[in-house]
């Protein structure tokens, strides 16, 4: 099992990843649910070529709810920040760690000097792809802030201070980690939102990830959603 689950995952960031733990259904599971309306559902998977053709049309024409009869489940490890637009999408459902639990490891995400770029202009929201001159300096600030906290948090469990209290300190940038369990359609909804350029890029690495890993279980479904992706 643990060679399984290595071999499905995809590392993200400077301390994330992003697992495939369990799925549910594939490619077929979405023709079955599309021919059982007019009585054929025992046809799926006998002619791949008409598979293939029902599933491009089902995503062209908008036909969706056959696309909720696959499920995955994926362990994600992330910054809070990316965690926090994550849990934005309501179908999802979630279990993250709690810091009220356990003691939170020092891992922390400092941006690589590429992504310490400027604030845009013209998008209150966005950075832009240009230099930022002061990119080294920047990136040795939100390390040392980011040590500093975990020092004060540490101290603070030095004095007993309880759990839930102590993480109060703890950056954005801290990492934690979740189980995630969405169904095909919805995932497909997110990475058209969440691989989009306007996206953060933190958060775009990660819906990219899981794409790499989704394929591995529903293709062709996903190749008609990249076919249509605007």
Same mark, same amino acid.
């Given at each position: ?45 006998? !002619? ?80 832009? !792809? ?101």
């Amino acid at each position: 099992m643990e060679t399984y689950l290595r071999s499905r995952c995809v590392d993200v960031l400077d301390h994330g990843f992003v697992r495939l733990v369990d799925s549910m259904g594939s490619d077929l599971s979405v023709v079955r649910a599309a021919r059982v309306s007019y009585d054929a559902e025992w046809r799926a998977g006998d !002619d791949t070529e008409g598979d293939r053709k029902l599933i491009n049309y089902l995503w062209k024409h908008k036909h969706s709810t056959p696309f909720e009869a696959v499920t995955f489940t994926f362990e994600v490890k992330a910054p809070i920040f990316v965690l926090r637009q994550w849990h934005r999408h309501r179908t999802w459902s979630y279990n993250e760690l709690s810091a009220r639990y356990k003691e939170l490891p020092e891992e922390y995400y400092v941006p690589d000097v590429e992504q310490i770029t400027t604030q845009s202009t013209n998008n209150k929201q966005m950075r832009t !792809d240009e230099p930022n001159e002061h990119c080294l300096e920047i990136g040795e600030y939100i390390d040392e802030q980011n040590k500093q906290a975990f020092r004060l948090y540490h101290k603070l469990l030095d004095l007993e201070c309880p759990r839930e209290l102590a993480r109060t300190v703890l950056p954005l940038a801290t990492y934690s980690h979740m189980f995630a369990t969405v169904n095909l359609l919805n995932l497909m909804k997110f990475c058209t939102l969440r691989t989009h350029d306007h996206a953060q890029y933190e958060i775009r690495v990660y819906a990219k990830a899981m794409l790499e890993l989704a394929k591995t279980v529903a293709p062709i479904c996903l190749a008609a959603w990249e076919r249509e992706s605007p």
